[in-house]
């Protein structure tokens, strides 16, 4: 049981996959940083500074300035303005993802377009058929 074990750990597959997930949470801090520290500033400054997470519908009794002091209090409120907050943030990480393999794409399609050298076997076969062709002129 222990082999199988130890042989199913090494496998590539999983060693890939635990890579993978190393990479994703590494990128996720980039793609974060990116949304949060490049993205959103400048949307802020054209929205007016408007702060969406503190939009909320009261459902208790009473009035609450800020969703903070309704949480404080414990009334129940439908926070509709932190959906807001995250369906943005998702669309401006789904913007970035999709630049990032929109460039990896393109540089690949560069790649792609290198003319690819002849393999030797090829420019040998070609060379002898030139060579065939010159004796066969001769005769």
Avoid: W
Wanted: glycine share 6%; with cysteine; aromatic share 10%.
């Amino acid at each position: 049981m222990l082999n199988n074990f130890k042989e199913f750990i090494i496998r590539g597959n999983v060693v890939d996959l635990s890579v993978g997930v190393i990479m994703g949470a590494a990128f996720t801090g980039i793609v974060n940083s990116f949304v949060t520290d490049i993205l959103m500033p400048p949307i802020g400054k054209l929205s007016a500074d408007i702060d969406f997470s503190n939009f909320f519908v009261n459902l208790s009794d009473g009035h609450y300035p800020t969703l903070k002091a309704a949480k404080e209090a414990g009334a129940v409120t439908i926070n509709y303005g932190r959906f807001i907050t995250e369906l943005v943030h998702f669309t401006l990480v789904a913007f970035a993802v999709f630049l990032l393999v929109h460039s990896i794409n393109k540089f690949r399609r560069q790649q792609d377009a290198r003319p690819k050298p002849v393999p030797r076997m090829e420019v040998l076969m070609q060379e002898m058929c030139e060579h065939l062709k010159c004796i066969a002129k001769r005769e």
